[in-house]
C-alpha cells in the first residue's frame, strides 16, 4: 500500500510570511493527526482529525495555526504569520481508527525554516 | 498527565553489542506504550507496543522491550547491534481511554561504530 504523502518536503520563508503544508493518508485511514518536531525533540501533536472533523486541538496556536481535513481524506495545516520559533519538522500521520491499539503510520514530514 | 523520560540523549554502542535505551513512564491511568524509530529525514516508524497483553513485548528487527509496572519502565532492547539501527528511537505513552493521544520522549540517538 502507498504510504503517507507530504509535500513540500522542505519549505524556507521568511518570518511574517505564511506557509501551507498538505497531507495524503493512507487509503481509507480515517483518523488523521499533524505533529510538530522541533530539533532535539519529540513529536508533540498539533491536531487530531476523525474524518473530516476535529477531535483535539488543544495544542496548536490557534491565533496562526490551522488545519482543515475537507471531505475527510487529504488535509493542509496552514501558518500565516510565521514566526522564527515556527522551524521545525511537521509530521503527517494516519491510523485506520483513533486510539493506541492502531498503530500511526507517518509520511517523511515538511521541514520549515524560519528566516 | 502522561509523560515518557527517555535516559541519555545518545547511546553509542559496537556492532554487535547489547543495546539498551532507558524509557520511564508517567502515567495516572494504566497505559499503552510504544517506541518507535525514525532514520534521518524520515517518517516514524512502530517498532512495538504494548497494550496490556504480555509484558515482553517484541518487535521488528530483533528489538524487545519489557513493562515493568514497579519500575514504571518500559526499556528497548536488542541482544545484537548492527549498522543499520543507527538512528532515533522515541518512547511514547498513550491512556488506554479517551482520545488516546501520543505523547512522546525527547527521543535516544543510538550511534553503532564498526
Known amino acids: 500500500e502507498a504510504g503517507v504523502a507530504q509535500s513540500p518536503r522542505y519549505k524556507i520563508i521568511e518570518k511574517r510570511q505564511s506557509v501551507a503544508f498538505w497531507c495524503n493518508p493512507i487509503?481509507?485511514?480515517?483518523?488523521l493527526y499533524w505533529y510538530q518536531q522541533i530539533l532535539g525533540q519529540g513529536p508533540k501533536l498539533l491536531i487530531q482529525?476523525?474524518?473530516?472533523?476535529?477531535?483535539?486541538d488543544s495544542q496548536l496556536p490557534k491565533d496562526r495555526f490551522s488545519a482543515e481535513r475537507l471531505k475527510g481524506v487529504d488535509s493542509t495545516l496552514k501558518i500565516q504569520p510565521a514566526k522564527l520559533e515556527d522551524s521545525a519538522v511537521y509530521l503527517c500521520?494516519?491510523?485506520?481508527?483513533?486510539?493506541?491499539?492502531?498503530?500511526?503510520?507517518f509520511g517523511d514530514g515538511t521541514r520549515l525554516s524560519i528566516l | 498527565a502522561q509523560s515518557v523520560t527517555q535516559l541519555g540523549s545518545h547511546v553509542s554502542v559496537s556492532e554487535g553489542a547489547l543495546v539498551l535505551l532507558r524509557c520511564n513512564y508517567s502515567?495516572?491511568?494504566?497505559?499503552?506504550l510504544f517506541w518507535y524509530v525514525q532514520y534521518p529525514n524520515q517518517g516514524l516508524q512502530l517498532l512495538l507496543k504494548?497494550?496490556?497483553?504480555?509484558?515482553l513485548v517484541k518487535g521488528i528487527n530483533g528489538f524487545e522491550a519489557e513493562f515493568k509496572k514497579s519500575e514504571t519502565s518500559f526499556h528497548l532492547t536488542k541482544p545484537s547491534a548492527h549498522m543499520s539501527d543507527a538512528a532515533e528511537y522515541f518512547c511514547?505513552?498513550?491512556?488506554?481511554?479517551?482520545?488516546?493521544?501520543?505523547?512522546f520522549g525527547t527521543g535516544t540517538r543510538l550511534l553503532v561504530s564498526p
Open positions: 487509503s481509507g485511514h480515517a483518523t
Open positions: 502515567s495516572s491511568v494504566p497505559p499503552y
Open positions: 511514547a505513552v498513550s491512556q488506554n481511554t479517551g482520545f488516546q493521544k501520543l505523547v
Open positions: 482529525f476523525q474524518n473530516n472533523g476535529v477531535v483535539d
Open positions: 504494548y497494550t496490556s497483553a504480555a509484558t
Open positions: 500521520a494516519s491510523s485506520l481508527e483513533p486510539g493506541g491499539l492502531q498503530p500511526q503510520h
